[in-house]
């Protein structure tokens, strides 16, 4: 089966530089360089488009434009790209994120996906107007996305669950297109909701043994509902002609980051309760071996550990050659990886770096396919 890849969607703004913060760390260096307009958010989708990966992450949280709202304003920009949004299961009633996505599948024609955000952060859900412990979240989560699925299939759904309550819910209309839902979680409350929900698991870029191990208690969940899942990775990229390219580029980034940057974000990832945060700051150690070199934070060849001195959530990248790169992947694939949500810095010359390097030699192993070759829609973009 043909790997799937993602781009992503900056919207919290862009730079030349590391845009830091999420996931407890307050930060948010150099956001303004390439404010999240929509005129940007538009060129980075159409360049992802026309390149050939086949949606683009859409993240939601305080330091984000909305994710729905955005999308939705980017699908006459494009022609056949899908959006993974974001959304949080505690921010709207089941019902109405059923009906929610349903409309936007009819007038996107099917080009959403979902990636249910359960949140990790009390400070950031206590903001939102959620109060509950994190493993509450979860069991939420199950029983939102048990009235959205039900809803879905064109069920009448009546619930009196510990967090969700409804009764008699139906939609008038169904979705022609059931949208893919990704899910996340490392914790062992989020595995039993990845096995009897998911389509998609996601995790964060650990090393590829790690991935494996992962994916395989995820999969033993699924199965206990008699379910598979396709597994998908989130990573950054930098990808050059050569390898000393790349690694160059890596360390131009971690120069860029100031040591006092470093510690405000380290203090805030520290006080996370997520345990997928928890495994991705074990991944650098101590935010002082950055003063040897960008090569001291490499924990695994070519998997580079920088991006989370000073971001939240996914904090590793793929660092090489085109070549390199390429076979990094195919490493990912023998653990068990079907998809590759990618970004990189800043997204619009790096989505080029990587789908005009890496893609065509993973075609040329018989790995992937431009969407355009395999009867994707052809539909022109709406004259804006």
């Given at each position: ?12 703004g862009?730079?030349r ?5 999420g ?86 024609d ?46 009448l759904?009546?619930l ?25 979680g490392?914790?062992?409350a ?63 980034l ?60 996914a ?37 080029y ?16 396919t431009?969407p ?13």
């Amino acid at each position: 089966m043909s790997l799937s890849f993602h781009w992503f969607l900056p919207t919290s703004g862009d730079s030349r530089s590391i845009v830091g913060g999420g996931h407890g760390a307050d930060l948010r260096a150099n956001a303004g360089d390439r404010p999240a307009t929509l005129d940007y958010l538009g060129q980075v989708a159409r360049t992802a488009e026309q390149l050939g990966f086949e949606a683009a992450l859409t993240p939601t949280g305080l330091q984000c434009v909305d994710a729905w709202v955005t999308t939705a304003m980017l699908v006459p920009q494009t022609r056949r790209l899908k959006f993974l949004v974001a959304f949080r299961p505690d921010a709207l009633s089941p019902t109405l994120a059923a009906q929610m996505a349903t409309t936007y599948q009819e007038h996107s024609d099917g080009r959403l996906l979902i990636n249910i955000v359960t949140g990790g952060e009390s400070s950031e859900q206590r903001a939102y107007g959620d109060f509950q412990p994190k493993n509450e979240r979860y069991r939420r989560t199950d029983e939102f996305l048990s009235v959205v699925r039900g809803l879905w299939r064109g069920d009448l759904v009546s619930l009196e669950g510990k967090h969700v309550h409804v009764e008699g819910a139906r939609l008038d209309k169904t979705p022609a297109v059931t949208p893919t839902v990704y899910f996340g979680g490392s914790s062992p409350a989020a595995l039993p909701v990845a096995g009897r929900h998911a389509d998609v698991y996601l995790t964060w870029g650990e090393p590829p043994a790690q991935v494996a191990e992962k994916i395989a208690r995820v999969r033993a969940a699924a199965a206990e509902f008699g379910r598979t899942l396709r597994f998908g990775v989130r990573l950054h990229t930098i990808s050059r002609d050569t390898s000393e390219q790349a690694w160059d580029e890596a360390q131009r980034l971690l120069d860029d980051m100031n040591p006092d940057d470093i510690a405000l974000a380290q203090a805030g990832l520290a006080a996370s309760e997520s345990e997928g945060q928890r495994r991705m700051s074990e991944l650098h150690g101590s935010a002082r071996r950055h003063d040897g070199g960008a090569r001291t934070l490499e924990i695994h060849p070519g998997l580079w550990s920088g991006v989370g001195l000073v971001r939240g959530g996914a904090g590793t990248s793929l660092v090489g050659s085109h070549t390199e790169v390429a076979s990094l992947i195919e490493e990912y694939r023998a653990a068990g990886v079907d998809e590759f949500v990618l970004s990189g810095v800043p997204h619009l010359e790096e989505a080029y770096w990587f789908g005009e390097g890496v893609l065509p030699i993973l075609e040329s192993r018989g790995l992937w396919t431009h969407p355009d070759r395999v009867g994707a829609d052809r539909k022109p973009a709406f004259a804006l």
